[in-house]
């Protein structure tokens, strides 16, 4: 018997999903593990495997197009089945076919995907592309909405971007984007994924009370672990990955900062797992590294590594960029010296890191010295975490920056 299949929350915080391409066609038999489809989330572009079983008989939302969560994205049944009253049900059910008659769906079953999708233009105006596309587009100055894609249906994928941008191609495009950035406003539809980033951090924003508390962190010894590291290893061992070990032993010391606010009660997470903020073209995402207190400096920097290389492919699983128990937000790299972090929930607290500078301080004998120094600001939920709590917890964390020997080593 036909059934309708329909979009399913592929993320936690997914209510709505756009069809990436389709992996199988109208009039190919389906079992169930199979990828029907493609589809960008809020946060990444997952693969849709069938729970059904039969033939798919109708693509209800083409590549490109959106649903919501429980909506109807296509009908798998048996040949020949009639399916017209399926059709009349579903949203836009009159518009995908002139019959629901079989010999209509067998008709239409024969027609290339490929065709279908080229004749239903993106919604809003988007052109369809990956998210490293849209990413390599962006670093590049290259205005995506102007290309032509050579992926499914259109999609403009790397290779497009990198031929649009290979010495000797036409600057035409480039030319053009900047002379148009100059002479017109632009209005960006809102992402699936922007929309998830301003609903949560509004409600992080509003609903915890954030009070604030920054020290300056001399780095020399911390510098001169990483060096000594690097020098046995075969690769650069992140700054991040200490950074996570450090605050991962510190909040092992200061359960009560590795904590969440229920309402009714305060959660006190049994494993650190701590989030990176990751700036990616169309937002942020945080990608999790668990049990960060169990692990080494070694091991937290390979699977940091991997996790940061997925998000920007837009490969994250969402169990690795939810569930976070405190995080860590680093915009030194681009030259700031100092910010505030808005708290990424569930966490209580959120570390944010500024860069490293030499700058002249007074030691302990009044004589100037130059050192390597760090502003780091923690914002803390004042639900779970009072202001000495928060203050006893960044000084032990600024103590094990400063002498890493005496934790890591």
């Known amino acids: ?15 709505e999903g756009s069809i990436v391409s389709w992996s199988k066609k109208e009039g190919e038999k389906v079992s169930v593990g199979d990828v029907l489809c493609v589809v960008e989330t809020d946060k990444a572009a997952m693969d849709y495997e069938s729970q059904s079983e ?15 969560v429980a909506d109807p994205i296509a009908i798998v049944g048996s040949v020949g089945e009639d ?9 836009g059910g009159e518009r995908a076919t002139p019959s629901g008659s079989p010999q209509a769906v067998a008709n239409a079953s024969q027609q290339p995907q490929t065709q279908v999708a080229s004749e239903t233009p993106p919604v ?20 995506i909405a102007r290309m ?3 992926g499914p249906g259109g999609r403009v994928i790397k290779r497009d971007v990198e031929a649009a941008s290979a010495p000797g191609a036409d600057e035409t495009l480039r030319s053009q984007d900047q002379a148009s950035l100059s002479q017109a406003n632009q209005i960006l539809p809102v992402t699936p994924k ?4 301003a609903q949560r951090l509004s409600e992080s924003a509003f609903s915890a009370p954030h009070f604030y508390l920054t020290v300056s962190i001399a780095m020399d010894g911390l510098l001169a672990a990483r060096a000594r590291l690097n020098r046995g290893s075969d690769g650069k061992v992140s700054f991040n990955a200490f950074l996570h070990k450090l605050a991962a032993l510190a909040l092992r010391r200061h359960p009560e900062v590795n904590a969440s606010w229920q309402g009714e009660s305060i959660k006190r997470f049994g494993s650190v797992d701590i989030g990176l903020a990751v700036a990616l073209p169309d937002g942020l995402i945080t990608p999790v590294v668990r049990g960060c207190d169990r692990k080494g400096v070694l091991a937290i920097d390979a699977e940091l590594g991997e996790l940061v290389k997925k998000a920007h492919e837009g490969k994250l699983q969402p169990d690795e960029y939810t569930g976070a128990t405190f995080t860590i937000s680093n915009l030194g790299s681009f030259g700031i010296e100092e910010f505030t972090a808005i708290i990424n929930p569930p966490a209580s607290a959120i570390l944010a890191v500024g860069q490293v500078q030499k700058v002249p301080v007074v030691g302990d004998d009044d004589a100037i010295i130059v050192r390597s120094m760090l502003k780091a600001t923690l914002s803390c939920d004042h639900r779970v975490i009072d202001g000495a709590t928060g203050a006893v917890f960044l000084r032990d964390l600024k103590e094990m920056i400063e002498n890493p020997y005496a934790v890591l080593l």
């Open 124 to 143: 809003g105006g988007q052109v369809r592309s990956s998210p490293l596309a849209r990413k390599l587009a962006a670093a590049r100055g290259i205005d």
């Open 148 to 150: 032509a894609g050579s």
């Open 83 to 91: 399916i017209s009253s399926l059709l009349s049900a579903a949203p």
């Open 54 to 68: 039969g033939v798919l008989l109708k693509i209800l939302v083409p590549g490109g197009g959106r649903a919501k």
């Open 1 to 15: 018997m036909a059934e309708k299949i329909l979009m399913i929350a592929l993320s936690p915080t997914m209510d």
């Open 194 to 197: 922007r929309k998830i980033i």
